[in-house]
């Protein structure tokens, strides 16, 4: 069992950053693939990053490729999303998820758990 918890949502204007967290509970934290997805109202949920158990693969939307990272430290079982040059298009509830899989999955239905989301709302 795996409890995630984000935070680090908020208001930003556009070209601004902010740093998602995401802190997972238990001890088998270094054995999720893990991956950060968002949810616009009246849009789908969508894989915008995702990384490997160690860290050695990751994996980005073409939406936001070249503007977020992923990034893990998995002694802190912890995973980031760090975005730059946020744009109004990018406001929408962000979702942390374990997947125990060796390989980075970009199906949500893979994904075993989720966090409760956290708001990003980026004006322009």
């Known amino acids: 069992q795996v409890q995630l918890v984000e935070s680090g949502g908020g208001l930003v204007q556009a070209g601004g950053s902010l740093r998602l967290s995401c802190a997972a509970s238990?001890?088998?934290?270094?054995?999720?693939?893990m991956g950060w997805f968002r949810q616009a109202p009246g849009k789908e949920r969508e894989l915008i990053a995702a990384?490997?158990?160690?860290?050695?693969?990751?994996y980005y939307s073409d939406s936001v490729k070249g503007r977020f990272t992923i990034s893990r430290d998995n002694a802190k079982n912890t995973v980031y999303l760090q975005m730059n040059s946020l744009k109004p298009e990018d406001t929408a509830v962000y979702y942390c998820?374990?997947?125990?899989?060796?390989?980075?999955?970009?199906?949500?239905?893979?994904?075993?758990?989720w966090g409760q989301g956290t708001q990003v709302t980026v004006s322009s």
């Open positions: 998820a374990a997947d125990r899989a060796i390989a980075v999955s970009t199906t949500a239905r893979n994904y075993d758990y």
């Open positions: 238990g001890r088998t934290f270094s054995l999720y693939a």
């Open positions: 990384i490997s158990w160690s860290g050695g693969y990751t």
